[in-house]
């Protein structure tokens, strides 16, 4: 089903007591905390565009495995449209929300368990694909908001998880029951994670078989005993607790946190991967594709505001029409839409799984990804070259309201007399917290992977041997084009069907 955003909050809200920490301080309703408020509206908005008649298309899909209409954040890809709707909706909605959407990566796990638990059950017997949907069901007739937690905190980076120091780096059973299994562990940056209500765990790295205990997957609910959630610091962020809108900017915010799992006990019908590693580094790899599709979406959305918030400032300080700014502005379209372009591609080369799910191109979607990893620096870079030094030195909003400076700021901080004052200092304030800010910066550079991750897959994905032969017939040493040679088999490879 559907569910309305008023609902969304009220779940939110009435749960029992789930462990969460702003600042040093404990949270009792995240619905109303200052810090955590505009992510709750980033999620509203999800489930608002479900009905908004504008929106709908992209935002409501129909899922056979209820057969229903679900929200397109709970559905499975079952085509390739359902692929490039994805990338359309979180540009879409990028707009609206001014900051990272916050509930992609529950729907790209869900996705990826979908594939990968079809191919274990395939290979082993098992039968976690079935566990899974009963899961998938119970979340799409609820339209529960879902977190994916998979980055670990990792401790010493050139040691596997069973070789660390600290046992506990990586997440993994301490204990196995008759009715579940206990985890401990910690994952380290989870977008959005206190405003959802159930966290879908995934291992982050190959394993190998030393490593089994690390390799589980599992969802949880966010109030489930053990569970401690730490919220991570932004720049800007107290920005969030000052009552006026001008500088508190509400909404274009968001968070992401440290989840500590305490000894979590987890029922094996939540366990979607139980030791087995060799699929540890498929499902990383499947669901790191589906979230790097993602971001040329979402990343293109905050782009499109970036743009439009340094257009704005030309045409107030009346230098919109000059070469050199309309000159920056098309380089930021080009960049835009490049990062754009390739998630669409991505999806357009999807393929049909053995589950029946459909799964992004690996290549282009990592190439989606590499491009969000320096565009948006130089997108940032020429928004803030046109909005001139006032980014970093403008007064705050208070200034503006006291009684005294008022009619003084209004007078020299205003450039054409067409505008106000006050709406250069919205725009300059919207620009900064945009340009400069978590989502716009560091995530794209380090989130669904940092860009060597991106690389060491489109080395892998590449066939470096068919080329080489493509330039031994054209340098006449071979008498022949090769037949397509097939690039390093990947251990999903054989899942493809179509
Ligand atoms: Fe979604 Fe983008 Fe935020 Fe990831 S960074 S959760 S893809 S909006
Ligand atoms: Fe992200």
């Not at 979590?264 to 699929?279: A, S, T």
Request: neutral net charge; proline residues 5%.
């Amino acid at each position: 089903g559907l569910r309305k955003p008023e609902e969304y909050i009220q779940a939110i809200r009435h749960r029992k007591k789930a462990e969460i920490y702003v600042l040093g301080e404990q949270v009792e309703d995240v619905t109303k905390h200052p810090f955590l408020k505009p992510t709750v509206r980033a999620y509203a908005v999800t489930y608002e565009a479900a009905w908004d008649p504008a929106l709908r298309k992209l935002a409501v899909a129909y899922s056979p495995y209820i057969n229903e209409e679900v929200n397109r954040f709970n559905h499975i890809h079952q085509s390739r449209e359902d692929l490039e709707a994805k990338v359309k909706l979180l540009r879409a909605l990028s707009h609206k929300v001014g900051a990272c959407v916050q509930r992609c990566v529950g729907w790209d796990a869900i996705n990826a368990l979908h594939i990968v638990t079809h191919m274990i059950d395939k290979k082993k017997g098992s039968d976690y694909h079935k566990r899974f949907i009963e899961f998938l069901k119970y979340v799409q007739k609820n339209d529960i908001a879902l977190a994916g937690a998979m980055t670990d905190v990792k401790g010493v980076r050139s040691l596997r998880p069973h070789q660390q120091p600290n046992p506990d780096a990586y997440v993994r059973v301490v204990e196995v029951r008759d009715d579940g299994i206990v985890v401990r562990g910690a994952k380290m940056s989870i977008t959005g994670v206190v405003t959802s209500e159930e966290i879908i765990v995934m291992p982050t790295r190959a394993m190998t078989e030393k490593d089994e205990a690390y390799a589980i997957s599992f969802a949880v609910p966010l109030d489930t005993e053990g569970i401690k959630i730490i919220v991570g610091r932004q720049v800007n962020d107290c920005r969030r607790f000052e009552e006026n809108e001008i500088d508190s900017l509400p909404g274009a915010f968001n968070h992401e946190a440290m989840i500590i799992f305490d000894d979590v006990f987890v029922p094996w019908e939540r366990v979607f991967m139980f030791k087995e590693w060799e699929f540890a580094y498929p499902l990383v790899e499947i669901f790191s594709s589906y979230h790097r599709h993602a971001y040329g979406g979402c990343k293109s959305g905050l782009a499109d505001i970036i743009i439009g918030a340094a257009y704005n400032l030309a045409k107030q300080m009346g230098i919109a029409d000059k070469h050199h700014i309309r000159e920056k502005l098309v380089e930021m379209v080009f960049l835009t839409e490049a990062m754009y372009a390739a998630s669409i591609a991505a999806s357009w080369r999807g393929r049909k799984m053995g589950s029946g799910c459909y799964w992004v191109d690996p290549m282009f979607s990592n190439v989606a990804k590499q491009l969000v990893t320096r565009f948006p620096y130089e997108i940032a870079r020429l928004s803030h070259d046109i909005a001139g030094g006032v980014l970093g030195t403008a007064p705050s909003a208070k200034d503006f309201m006291h009684p005294k400076l008022k009619p003084l700021l209004e007078k020299y901080f205003q450039c054409l007399p067409d505008y106000p004052a006050e709406h250069r200092l919205r725009m300059v304030r919207l620009l900064e917290n945009i340009s400069l800010g978590v989502m716009f910066l560091i995530e794209s550079l380090h989130g669904a992977g940092s860009p060597a991750a991106q690389r060491i897959m489109m080395g892998r994905l590449y066939d470096f041997e068919k080329a080489e032969k493509i330039a031994k017939y054209l340098a006449r040493i071979e008498k022949e084009l090769p037949e397509e040679i097939r690039g390093k088999p990947e251990p999903w490879r054989s899942d493809i069907e179509e």
